[in-house]
Structures are given as structure tokens and as C-alpha cells.
């Protein structure tokens, strides 16, 4: 079967899709920023658990390289690496606002120029990423304008390569992630799946998950 990849592998959504694809019987491999981030992720049926952090280039296109040679392109790479914090306007440094971007979009973008071309060559794939703040928040400052640049960035990758037969889209979380509660992990992750295996003149490019099972 073709490989699923999930950068930001931890606990909540990224686990839970990993989950889900290796449930399908994909080859699932997780890319972490730690090792203890992929070792609580462990029992979700991955076969390859590779650490790299999504704002190091070298090593983000080093782990999605050693995992195609372990199992071929993939057919779906899961961006699901964010820095989720509060801080209102002025809080926050150049620096730190720079390094939330870096996390919450440019890792996003460095994944999707290394594979995407290839996908689009091949003439399959998916492309997902975990979005969020449908309306932005003064609390969120950084948060709100990484999801705002992850929506434009999903629109620009379907406009360059949707054409070719790659699927490029996002699942808005509308909530706090929680087991138990209307935003569970794992009711999230079916609409990662759903977009995944989505007919090709069905395609929907973003997901607003509100809670519950919408």
C-alpha cells in the first residue's frame, strides 16, 4: 500500500491520524520533534518514527527523503506541526513572532515544495494540513496569523498543483482538541481520511470542524 507521513506526530490530531491511516493499511511514518513525542505515539501501527523539527529545513526534507526511500513518494503527507500559545498584540518578540511562523506555515511550505512536485508528476497525492482560527482572535495573536497564512498557503499549492492530480487542503479545528469532548482527536481524524479518499471532481479544500461529528 502507499505511505502516509504526519509531520507533528504527538499527542491529539497527529496521533490520531496516524492512527487512522495505518488502520487503512497504509505505511504510516511519523516525523517528530522528539523522541519522547514519538515515543507516546508509538502504539498507533507506524512502521517508521523519524525525529526532525518542522523549522530546520535540512532536516524536515532529510525525514520526508528517508521515508521515501523507505517506502516510495507517499501518497499523503499530514502538516500538523503548529505552535499553539496565547499573546495578544505586542507581547511577543520579533523573534518569537518570526519563530511561530516559522513552526505554523513556512515547515507547511518547505514539505510541500519537497514533495508536491513529485505528486504532481506522478499525478496523485494528498496534501493536508491542520488549520485552525476560523476568525482570529486578539488573545492569539501569532496563532491567528499562521492560520491565516496556512489557508492562503493551502490556495496557492491547489492553484499549482490541483491541476496535476494533487489534492492540497486543511481541516479547520474550531476548538480545543480533547479526548471525550466534541473535538476529539479521533472523530477529527475521519476528515482527514474523508479528504484523502474524496473523488477527484469531489474535492473540498478546507474542512470546518466545529464539534461533534460535523
Same mark, same amino acid.
Given at each position: 500500500m502507499p505511505g502516509a507521513v504526519v509531520i507533528g506526530a504527538g499527542p491529539g490530531i497527529g496521533r490520531a491520524v496516524a =492512527?487512522?491511516?495505518?488502520?487503512?493499511?497504509?505505511? *504510516?511514518?511519523l516525523i517528530?520533534? #522528539?523522541?519522547?513525542?514519538?515515543?507516546?505515539a508509538a502504539d498507533v501501527g507506524a512502521e517508521l518514527a523519524l525525529t526532525?523539527? #518542522? *523549522?530546520?529545513e535540512q532536516? &524536515?526534507? #532529510?525525514?520526508?527523503?528517508?521515508v521515501t526511500e523507505r517506502f516510495g513518494l507517499p501518497d499523503v503527507v499530514v502538516y500538523n506541526a503548529a505552535l499553539v500559545r496565547a499573546d495578544a498584540l505586542g507581547e511577543l518578540s520579533v523573534r518569537a513572532q518570526m519563530d511561530a511562523w516559522a513552526v505554523n506555515v513556512v515547515g507547511a511550505a518547505v514539505a510541500a515544495a519537497? !514533495?508536491?512536485?513529485?505528486?504532481?508528476?506522478?499525478?496523485? $497525492?494528498?496534501? &493536508? !494540513? *491542520? $488549520? $485552525?482560527m476560523p476568525e482570529p482572535k486578539p488573545e492569539y495573536v501569532s496563532l491567528s496569523l499562521g492560520k491565516a497564512g496556512v489557508r492562503t498557503l493551502i490556495t496557492l499549492l491547489d492553484q499549482q498543483f490541483g491541476a496535476s492530480g494533487v489534492h492540497v487542503? =486543511? !481541516?479547520?479545528?474550531?476548538?480545543p482538541v480533547a479526548p471525550g469532548t466534541a473535538f476529539d482527536p479521533?472523530?477529527?481524524a475521519e476528515h482527514y481520511w474523508r479528504l484523502h479518499t474524496q473523488p477527484a471532481g469531489q474535492w473540498e479544500r478546507e474542512v470546518l470542524f466545529t464539534g461533534g461529528n460535523s
Open positions: =492512527s487512522r491511516f495505518a488502520k487503512q493499511g497504509l505505511q *504510516t511514518a517528530a520533534r #522528539s523522541e519522547a513525542t514519538l515515543r507516546s526532525a523539527d #518542522s *523549522t530546520d532536516a &524536515l526534507r #532529510s525525514a520526508l527523503d528517508a519537497h !514533495v508536491l512536485p513529485a505528486m504532481a508528476e506522478r499525478g496523485s $497525492g494528498s496534501f &493536508l !494540513v *491542520t $488549520g $485552525g487542503a =486543511s !481541516v479547520t479545528v474550531d476548538g479521533d472523530v477529527i
